[in-house]
């Protein structure tokens, strides 16, 4: 099982016409990475400048805002009808799912099962 967020979400449409959406999972280890930085010796100027970008991070992750993922990342794209998104409770950007896999094998044919729960 992991632990996966949406990423992006984005409509589709199907060949036959029927409305959908495109969701990108992320796992969210990779969504919570931060990069690291050396701290380095700085001027006045400089310090004011990142006690103001700590404070915009600090506001944007209480909003529920992540940074964006590391460009390589663990990443699954599901495409949804409508009716499968609503079935899972139409979720939004950032929110937290269990993700498992099910492996199903009758008569020399292997079905995949993949399930989304809420934590």
């Known amino acids: 099982m992991a632990r ?3 990423n992006h979400i984005e409509r589709w449409e199907w060949p036959d ?3 959908g959406c495109r969701l990108d ?3 969210v280890d990779e969504a919570q ?3 690291q930085i050396v701290p380095q010796p700085q001027s006045d100027e400089a310090k004011v400048v990142e006690q103001i970008g700590n404070v915009l991070q600090s506001t944007f992750q209480k909003m529920g805002y992540r940074p964006p ?3 390589f ?3 699954m794209i ?3 009808r409508s009716k499968e998104y609503e079935a899972i409770g139409k979720p939004t950007i950032n929110d ?3 993700l498992s896999f099910d492996f199903i094998t009758e008569l020399n044919t292997t079905t995949i099962s993949i399930k989304l729960s809420v934590p």
Request: no cysteine; glycine share 8%.
């Open 4 to 6: 996966v967020t949406i």
């Open 17 to 19: 016409g029927d409305v």
């Open 25 to 27: 999972f992320i796992t």
């Open 33 to 35: 990475q931060q990069p």
């Open 69 to 71: 993922p590391v460009p």
């Open 73 to 75: 990342g663990p990443k």
């Open 78 to 80: 599901f495409f949804m």
């Open 96 to 98: 937290v799912f269990n």
